[in-house]
């Protein structure tokens, strides 16, 4: 059982509030192919999900050795806000689990701004977070790295000791415990023993979440 101690709950997005990641990367895989390169929806899952658009980019560059077109990111955007607003649904349970967890809380996500907040809206979570809601574009470096956990936790008044982060990715979960907080390790995206590997304390239904932080039956 999570220590009760808690004072800041930081929630990822994709995966964890939001059922964005197989929208996500099916979206990915289809620009990464018109583009010409041969990475599968397969791929995008177990190599990028909790990754930042450019770092997956990036990794395009290193695998097959030149960039993405000068106007992949906005393709790429395009066609994924497009597939939010057309059918995106929260987790199931996030919403109940939330409201039964009477600590502070934030987001802190790879994705833009502009697309937490679309993904938010769209799911009707938005009200829950109000404007604590941090991304990766707001530090030099991404996850795995701790940087975008211990900003959030800075900007919400937090001891990183005193946070807990609930994430569904490996990439996540590492820079969850990199920037010293507890981690939870949502099983819905199918990681559950990279989870474990990463210091994680693996789950599979949000209605457990409560109970792991101390609160509920």
Request: glycine share 10%; proline share 6%.
């Amino acid at each position: 059982m999570t220590s009760v101690t808690h004072e800041l709950v930081i929630f990822d997005c994709d995966g964890v509030l939001v059922d964005s990641e197989p929208l996500a990367n099916r979206v990915l895989a289809r620009c990464f192919q018109a583009a010409g390169f041969p990475i599968t929806y397969e791929t995008c899952v177990a190599r990028m999900v909790g990754l930042s658009l450019p770092r997956c980019f990036e990794l395009a560059r290193e695998w097959y050795g030149r960039p993405v077109p000068d106007d992949f990111f906005d393709t790429v955007q395009r066609q994924t806000y497009q597939a939010i607003g057309e059918g995106l649904q929260p987790v199931p349970g996030i919403r109940a689990a939330i409201e039964a967890i009477p600590l502070p809380r934030c987001v802190a996500s790879s994705s833009e701004l502009e697309k937490i907040a679309l993904s938010l809206r769209q799911t009707g979570l938005a009200p829950l977070f109000g404007d604590k809601v941090y991304s990766a574009q707001q530090v030099s470096r991404g996850k795995p790295f701790p940087d975008l956990f211990l900003f959030a936790a800075r900007q919400m008044g937090a001891e990183p000791r005193d946070c807990v982060v609930i994430e569904d990715s490996f990439y996540g979960a590492r820079a969850a415990r990199a920037a010293g907080m507890s981690v939870l390790g949502y099983a819905g995206s199918g990681f559950s023993q990279q989870l474990a590997d990463e210091g994680a304390q693996v789950f599979d239904s949000m209605t457990a979440l409560p109970g792991l932080l101390g609160f509920g039956a």
